[in-house]
């Protein structure tokens, strides 16, 4: 069964700084894509960035960017110059590409709580 | 941005009662879903919903959970006899497809709490 790993339960940043998000994950499988969702106070879950295995180019979104290490099983998150707005839950998530996504089912890890320090 | 709705944000019960938690979906959307956090622990995954029928569920998701979709707009978990370690934030999801890449939205839960 695959396993999602966050091993920093909360981190703190100052505003206009970089900081990376960790995250681990266990599968046997090859294919399979992997998300970071963001929570914040409203609770609602926001989709961040995500990356499929296959490739090779870590993906990008304005000010969030992975690093994947697919030999590694590693998938951390950076956000560059973080604002007050960025202070959430972040979650890691995995989902099998297995039967060409018929399985719906994300894999969360357990969070990281990150504060923005003015 | 469209939005999944859920109501109410908070419900109380008390143990063996019978709860709906109601969800709207984005409106062009197929799929649906159901989540739940326990406080402090992992989001987990409880069933996945498509064509008007269950097309995946976890071993969470018992004979105690049902899900319906009564009226082509709203997307409910009904909690038959509710326990204790029902207690949890319920989060319902929606997507267009069902690729493994699709984005997910998700709602804003509902905190279940069972006395």
């Known amino acids: 069964a695959q396993t999602v790993t966050q091993s920093q339960p909360e981190m703190s940043v100052q505003e206009a700084e970089t900081v990376t998000l960790s995250c681990t994950y266990d599968t046997s499988e090859s294919d399979y894509y992997l998300f970071w969702y963001k929570q914040p106070p409203s609770r609602q879950m926001i989709l961040v960035i995500r990356q499929e295995a296959y490739k090779q180019q870590n993906a990008t979104e304005n000010r969030f960017s992975v690093n994947f290490q697919k030999a590694a099983k590693s998938f951390s998150l950076k956000i560059s110059d973080s604002q007050l707005g960025d202070a959430a839950m972040y979650f890691c998530a995995y989902r099998s590409a297995r039967g060409g996504g018929a399985t719906n089912k994300l894999i969360f890890g357990t969070g990281t709580l990150l504060a923005v320090q003015p | 941005e469209p939005e999944v709705t859920q109501t109410p944000s908070h419900q109380v019960t008390q143990m063996g009662q019978e709860v709906i938690l109601r969800c709207v979906p984005i409106s062009n959307h197929l799929y649906f879903y159901w989540y739940r956090q326990i406080l402090g622990q992992k989001v987990e995954f409880l069933v996945s919903f498509y064509n008007n029928e269950i097309s995946e569920k976890s071993e969470i998701f018992d004979d105690q959970f049902s899900v319906e979709r009564p009226d082509g707009s709203n997307f409910t978990l009904k909690i038959r006899s509710t326990k204790l370690e029902d207690s949890a934030m319920y989060f319902c999801?929606?997507?267009?497809?069902?690729?493994?890449?699709?984005?997910?939205?998700f709602g804003s839960g509902t905190q279940l709490s069972v006395l």
């Open positions: 999801a929606s997507s267009e497809m069902r690729g493994v890449g699709e984005k997910l939205f």
